[in-house]
């Protein structure tokens, strides 16, 4: 995607062909290359907004579209105008999704739309009602995936994603039944594994690689230790990869069968100078900040 505001050199979308023929000349890479648009030109103007142009930029180059602002009416209306135009079809992957109108869902379904939800960035930010839309996709029979949407004020891990969900979906359930004699339509801890694992794999046409662990698929693995104080004594074991476990309670893991973690700590990883590029790069930014704010005051002063 493209930067919403500021300066830059307006390379966007073009050099994609570049990345393409130079990084991803094929598409069995441990990254893949997809273009990210949003829903309507509201927040960034025409040029990000998806259409036939976008639509030909990823048709050409062969890869997925990951559309975001996709909420509320004008998402809807641009999902139902899509439709009419032949721009929709299992090549793009609809993020948050909450708010929309039963026409969109069924033209989304209709074409193979694949939806990511983003739970907590929903609720925390207040996108549209903030509330996840997992019935709705399961009503028009799509499984959808998990997304953090924003690290740098979320919780980036796939436990928290699980949880909230589920626990969200089932209070919806049960507010739903209250005061009937209708039994709460509850989702599972087994489903919201398979959303953020296989399913999720699925959004990003990724699942003939990675999701499951099944023959002539990458070893993409996670072992979780059941014995910890947090997950012991091992009954259930979806159960207690959703409802009990967390990041510490992995300790090894594979991408691609190469191990990337091991007896609890990371391989190939110095944790040293990762912190001081961290830092540097945050001081680095605050300084930048504070010319900001200082050349802003400097000139308002001026103008008194």
Do not use: C
Not at 98 to 120: F, H, I, K, Y
Not at 267 to 293: K, M, P, Y
Request: a negative charge; glycine letters at 8%.
């Amino acid at each position: 995607m493209s930067p919403h505001f500021g300066d830059w050199d307006h390379q966007w979308p073009g050099d994609l062909a570049r990345l393409r023929s130079t990084y991803f000349s094929t598409d069995d890479q441990l990254v893949t290359l997809r273009l990210a648009a949003l829903a309507t030109p509201d927040i960034a103007g025409a040029g990000l907004a998806y259409g036939h142009d976008l639509a030909r930029v990823a048709a050409d180059l062969d890869i997925g579209v990951s559309l975001d602002v996709m909420f509320g009416a004008a998402a809807s209306e641009a999902i139902v105008r899509w439709e009419r135009q032949k721009l929709l079809g299992p090549h793009l992957e609809s993020i948050h999704s909450t708010a929309l109108s039963a026409d969109a869902w069924a033209a989304m379904r209709d074409a193979g739309v694949t939806v990511s939800l983003a739970p907590t960035s929903d609720m925390q930010i207040g996108l549209e009602d903030a509330v996840p839309p997992v019935d709705e996709a399961l009503a028009h029979g799509i499984r959808p995936g998990l997304s953090v949407d924003v690290e740098v004020a979320l919780a980036s891990d796939m436990f928290t994603q699980m949880r909230t969900l589920l626990a969200v979906q089932r209070m919806r359930a049960v507010h739903a039944a209250y005061g009937t004699n209708d039994e709460p339509v509850r989702i599972t801890t087994r489903d919201v594994l398979d959303f953020a694992t296989l399913s999720g794999a699925r959004t990003l046409r990724l699942d003939h690689t990675t999701g499951s662990i099944t023959p002539g698929k990458q070893a993409d693995l996670i072992v979780i230790d059941a014995e910890d104080l947090n997950t012991m004594p091992l009954h259930d074991p979806i159960g207690t990869i959703v409802l009990g476990a967390d990041r510490s309670n992995i300790t090894s893991g594979w991408v691609a069968g190469r191990v990337r973690k091991w007896a609890r700590h990371l391989v190939g990883v110095d944790l040293g100078d990762l912190h001081a590029q961290v830092h540097d790069s945050v001081d680095a930014i605050a300084e930048r900040l504070a010319g900001h704010q200082g050349n802003t005051v400097d000139a308002a002063e001026r103008a008194r």
